[in-house]
Every structure is written in structure tokens, then in C-alpha cells.
């Protein structure tokens, strides 16, 4: 292997996903540098300023000049962060997620276009090989998966029956429930698969490696006006990925962007992973009480989010 090697093989990669000519390739006025950050403000809802310098290695000049033609542009909004007054957070405005949905599935299909390229017997070949470079070149930390690894899609066939399996699993392994948990997650799932409204409810996958590590719906509750996020869950080899508060997130903004005016939930105080998340989402307790569900004695707790109050 030699540095000319490297160079080779950029050099033809760059040409394939058409690197240099991005707008072009994906027929959108942005440049590869643009979308990125689109792509990570869209996928990191509590995102500012400095949190994307060092996480695309950006000049800070540059940033500012990306930023700041979003924002003349109806993309983003900055507002001053809740962690650190002395930074500013970044989040997409209605129109700005649009464009980056847009600009998400122009990206699946070149890639879908591409892949159908490769003959079936030499996909499993091509993602080892792609896995392999991803890890030696990662450095210090190599082969350790990262946040911007993972990514939330759209459930395909199986994924409905694996929720219902995985939580069924995990809760009776970490917690004790029964299999009336599993009854439940199950009566859930059906209701969604046999009749959702694909504009106001949705499940999302968080997928690392090819492989689902979490998941998250946002389905209509019966107040009017009402969202209710559920079946939230991020497998124990995936936590500290931040993968719950990107479901999270998306629930939020998705509930917020089709006009819900409230999200809530429903969870049992011994989850206490999930209620840190909640919170800092802006979630606010607003009731509990004890109840005998699933073979244990718990109590349950109704977390609310005013949608209408950016956080």
C-alpha cells in the first residue's frame, strides 16, 4: 500500500458519488459540504455552532458562511444554547427539514442506483470491504462505532415483528417483565401496521452496521391535537451513541413539523435512562401512580411536551 495507492482510489470514489459536482448529481443547489451539514443538523436535533465545527472539521469562517445563508434562507433558526448561553443552537425550521428529507432521498436513490450495479453475490463482499476501510482509517479509536454511524430510516419488512421481539426480550432480561409486556408491544405494533396515517404517524430504526440497534413511534393519541411517542428502545451493545435522544428527536420534530400542538408519553419510573432523555427534550412530568403491570409493582408516569414552546 502506497500513498499513491490512496490517492488512486480517492480520486475514482470521489468521480463515483460525484463528489465534485454535487449539486448537479443530486439536482440541488447545494454543494457536498452544504448537505453534510444539513444532514447532521436533520439528525442531531440539539446541535450548535462549535458541536458541527468539530464534528465535520470545518473552519469556523466557512461554518459561519454556511450558516448564516441557511438562515437567509428559511432553513435554520439560532437561538442561544440552554447548555451554554455563550454558544448558539442550531435546529431546522419546518422548510429546512424538508430540504434535508429531499436531499436524503435523492442521496438513497444515486446510491440505490449505484448499488443496483453490483450483482447480489458480491453485495455481502462490497459492504465487508466497505466496513474494513471505515475501521482501519478511523484512528485512534478504530473499529469503536461512532454517533454519526448510526441512522435513523424508515422500518422495512420484519422490522414491525422485530420491535415487538426486541422489546419483549430486553424488558423481561433487564427488568422482569412478562410476556403481558409482550402482549402489549404486540397490540401496538398491529394497530400501527393495520392502520396508520403515514402523514401524522411514523416509526423510525436506528441502524448501525447494517443491523437495527433501536426504535421509536410517534402515532396519534385520542386528544385532539395530541401525539404520543412509544416503544422507545436502544440495544444495551449500542448504548452511549446518543441513538436515544436521535429517536427522540425525531419524534419531536416530526410531531412539531406536521402541527401537533402536544406530545406525550407513557413510562414506568424505574426506566431511568429514558426519563433523562425525555427531559432533555423539555418532557415535563405531569402525573404518576402506582400500578401491578407485567408481573411487577411499578409506577407509571405521564411525561408532556408542549410543542408550540421551542425548547
Known amino acids: 500500500m502506497t500513498v499513491q495507492d490512496i490517492r488512486a482510489f480517492n ?3 470521489t468521480n463515483v458519488i ?32 462549535a458541536d458541527l465545527r468539530s464534528e465535520l472539521s470545518l473552519d469556523a469562517g466557512y461554518l459561519s458562511r454556511i450558516l448564516n445563508r441557511f438562515e437567509q434562507d428559511g432553513l435554520i433558526e439560532r437561538a442561544p444554547s440552554q447548555r451554554d448561553p455563550r454558544r448558539r443552537q442550531v435546529t431546522l425550521t419546518v422548510r429546512g427539514r424538508e ?65 415487538v421481539q426486541r422489546n419483549a426480550a430486553l424488558y423481561a432480561a433487564e427488568y422482569g417483565f412478562n410476556a403481558d409486556y409482550e402482549g402489549l408491544v404486540a397490540r401496538i405494533v398491529a394497530d400501527f401496521a393495520e392502520d396508520h396515517d403515514p402523514h401524522l404517524e411514523r416509526v423510525w430504526i436506528a441502524e448501525l452496521d447494517g443491523r437495527a440497534v433501536g426504535c421509536v413511534m410517534c402515532v396519534r393519541d385520542d386528544a385532539p391535537g395530541t401525539a404520543r411517542l412509544r416503544l422507545l428502545l436502544v440495544e444495551p451493545d449500542a448504548r452511549g451513541l446518543r441513538i436515544g435522544d436521535q429517536l427522540v428527536g425525531a419524534v419531536v420534530e416530526f410531531a ?37 403491570s407485567f408481573g411487577r ?12 414552546q421551542r425548547q
Not at 33 to 42: C, G, K, N
Not at 106 to 130: M, N
Not at 139 to 152: N, Q, S, T, W
Open 11 to 13: 480520486r475514482f470514489y
Open 18 to 49: 460525484g463528489a465534485l459536482d454535487y449539486s448537479r448529481h443530486l439536482y440541488a443547489p447545494f454543494t457536498l459540504t452544504e448537505s453534510r451539514v444539513l444532514y447532521e443538523l436533520a439528525h442531531s436535533p440539539r446541535t450548535d455552532a
Open 99 to 163: 430540504t434535508a428529507d429531499l436531499l436524503a432521498e435523492r442521496a438513497d436513490e444515486s446510491v440505490g442506483a449505484l448499488l443496483a450495479t453490483v450483482p447480489d453475490a458480491d453485495r455481502p463482499r462490497l459492504a465487508e470491504a466497505l466496513r474494513t476501510v471505515r475501521t482501519l482509517l478511523s484512528g485512534p479509536d478504530r473499529g469503536r462505532p461512532r454517533p454519526e454511524d448510526v441512522a435513523l430510516r424508515e422500518p422495512g419488512p420484519g422490522d414491525l415483528g422485530w420491535i
Open 256 to 292: 412539531r413539523g406536521v402541527g401537533y400542538r402536544d406530545l406525550v408519553l407513557w413510562t414506568n419510573d424505574i426506566l431511568g435512562a429514558a426519563r433523562r432523555i425525555y427531559q432533555r427534550h423539555g418532557f415535563v412530568l405531569s402525573a404518576e401512580k402506582p400500578h401491578r
Open 297 to 308: 409493582d411499578l409506577v407509571g408516569q405521564d411525561w408532556r411536551l408542549d410543542l408550540h
